[in-house]
């Protein structure tokens, strides 16, 4: 499956944006779907997930409340909707996907976008 992210940029504290990813090669709807970030000079962590169905989700605490993440499996894209942002929200954002058969989704996760630059200032 290829994964092609979109939707980054330069916002202000408080601002909004969304990204999206569009999957190709198979149909989304036979994987888990996430997204990681990466800060400069930090490791890359899983922000969100959202299990094959769309039913489950998943969510690290610091985004909680501000992020929703969504996919249309009609479409073969998942959303990553960012409200109330931080500049502790600047990273590289990567979308990712994983086996449905997963029990976890916190992974693991075998194929990566390329990723998209979030900027926020302050």
């Known amino acids: 499956v290829q994964l092609q992210a979109c939707g980054g940029g330069l916002v202000q504290a408080g601002g909004s944006l969304r990204l999206s990813c569009a999957t190709s090669?198979?149909?989304?709807?036979?994987?888990?779907m996430g997204w990681f970030r990466q800060a400069p000079g930090k490791e890359r962590d899983l922000v969100t997930a959202?299990?094959?169905?769309?039913?489950?989700?998943y969510y690290e605490d610091s985004v909680k409340g501000r992020f929703t993440i969504s996919r249309d499996n009609a479409k073969n894209t998942v959303y990553l909707q960012m409200n109330s942002l931080k500049p502790e929200d600047t990273a590289v954002y990567y979308c990712?996907?994983?086996?449905?058969?997963?029990?976890?989704?916190?992974?693991?996760?075998?194929?990566w976008g390329q990723g998209t630059l979030v900027t926020v200032s302050s």
């Open positions: 990712t996907a994983g086996a449905s058969t997963n029990p976890s989704l916190r992974g693991p996760y075998h194929y």
């Open positions: 090669g198979r149909t989304s709807n036979m994987y888990h």
């Open positions: 959202i299990s094959s169905s769309g039913r489950n989700t």
